[in-house]
């Protein structure tokens, strides 16, 4: 897989498709049913053979769920996570003092399953807002994983943090460091209440790399603007969101640095894994029956071109008329318009597709058949040039459909 970073061809990553978050050296996984829903796993955790760098990201909600102060507070003690351990179905965010006392549990109750200090281990919830979780499971449920490095292994950590989602997310990548072969491996969940900075999604990344934390956290904020928080499915943000990153070291490279020589090539291995589970988020969007893509090019600042692809790819206009295949050009022109950004009304190309729709602010004849045809396909793209600078930018999303209402009115129950 070619990877290009700021336009220029940097270095070659390959997909381990059939890779998994245990793939890297020194990671295990493990996922059963608690008890926290009716008849699925919700209960996961992974845990490095060593303590490992850390770095991580959260939602920009002002109401951060109880596991994320406590993810936080571990970070923090010695900037080193051993594990993490998942529960879905109940967020644990807006539960007050209880919530939080619950999520320390959590944090106690793993560390003592593994022997490790309770600061070596990450919490992360995901579900209902408002609800407290049922501790007497979630204890249980902790003493009972059985933690293994098979695809079996990953699987059941991947089904175990979802919520809506109807299909898993994974990724993983590998690419030579130093001489040696470095792997990161993801796995994620999301579906719904997705609009980042972030979204209702969490993210795992393992990686067997020789990095700080600190190194390891310029990399991963260097990634996420372009991945993570450039998806959108219905315009809302949530409490629990995170990315969270481990590197163990065991590909036992020469330490990473940022002046390293392949520090470039890490941030690219981190970047496509990065990607490839947001685009997989925004393609299980809830109700989606297609992944679509926004390219927008010639803006004056990386910037510009991120948000207004963002503001494109999250109009509900935008996403009806992608739903039922509509080649509606003016409501992409009419997302564009909203920005707060340098737009020159008078040269804006669009296309969907290969099909050019306005050219130079000028409407360009097109076949409505062909158009149907392609909008008809499960991944779109829609490109714009703005003819006012040379930055680019791109975001993903789905279309809007009948079923996200259906399951959006009946969460709860």
């Not at 897989?1 to 940097?10: A, D, H, K, L, P």
């Not at 993570?228 to 969101?241: K, M, P």
């Not at 158009?371 to 008809?376: K, R, T, V």
Request: glycine share 8%; proline share 2%.
């Amino acid at each position: 897989m070619q990877v290009v970073s700021n336009g220029e061809q940097t270095s070659q990553i390959k997909e381990l498709v059939n890779g998994s978050i245990v793939t890297p050296a020194g990671f295990k996984a493990a996922g059963l049913h608690a008890g926290l829903r009716y008849n699925k796993k919700d209960l996961g955790a992974i845990v490095s053979e060593v303590p490992a760098s850390c770095a991580a990201v959260y939602t920009m909600s002002h109401f951060q769920a109880a596991p994320l102060k406590v993810t936080q507070e571990s970070i923090k003690s010695e900037k080193l996570i051993q594990a993490v351990v998942v529960n879905s179905a109940c967020a644990n965010a807006c539960t007050g003092e209880k919530g939080l006392i619950d999520a320390y549990k959590m944090r106690e109750l793993l560390a003592n399953h593994l022997g490790t200090k309770q600061e070596y281990v990450a919490v992360s919830s995901t579900g209902v807002i408002g609800e407290y979780l049922k501790m007497d499971k979630i204890e249980a449920g902790i003493s009972q994983l059985i933690f293994g490095n098979t695809q079996e292994d990953a699987d059941s950590f991947q089904e175990a943090i979802l919520t809506t989602d109807l299909v898993m997310k994974k990724c993983c990548f590998t690419a030579e460091i130093g001489g040696k072969t470095v792997t990161i491996g993801g796995a994620a969940k999301g579906s719904g209440m997705i609009h980042p900075n972030m979204a209702t999604m969490l993210g795992f990344l393992t990686t067997d790399a020789n990095i700080s934390s600190d190194v390891l956290q310029t990399a991963l904020s260097t990634v996420i603007p372009t991945s993570f928080n450039q998806i959108t499915v219905d315009g809302d943000t949530s409490t629990n969101d995170t990315v969270l990153v481990m590197a163990n070291g065991c590909a036992k490279n020469e330490k990473l640095t940022l002046d390293h020589p392949d520090y470039p090539v890490f941030v690219d291995l981190l970047s496509a894994s990065c990607e490839s589970l947001a685009k997989q988020i925004a393609k299980d969007g809830e109700g989606a029956t297609k992944l679509i893509e926004v390219n927008v090019k010639g803006c004056k600042t990386e910037e510009e071109a991120r948000v207004i692809s963002k503001q494109i790819v999250g109009s509900n206009l935008v996403k009806t008329a992608m739903y039922g295949s509509d080649a509606n050009w003016g409501r992409i022109i009419t997302a564009i318009g909203q920005t707060k950004t340098d737009v020159n009304p008078a040269s804006v190309d669009i296309a969907i597709g290969p099909i050019t729709m306005l050219k130079n602010s000028e409407p360009q004849s097109f076949s409505e058949e062909e158009a149907i045809d392609y909008l008809s396909k499960d991944y779109i793209q829609v490109h714009v040039d703005l003819h006012n600078g040379d930055k680019q930018g791109t975001a993903w999303g789905c279309d809007l459909s009948y079923d996200y209402v259906k399951i959006n009115a009946s969460y709860r129950t």
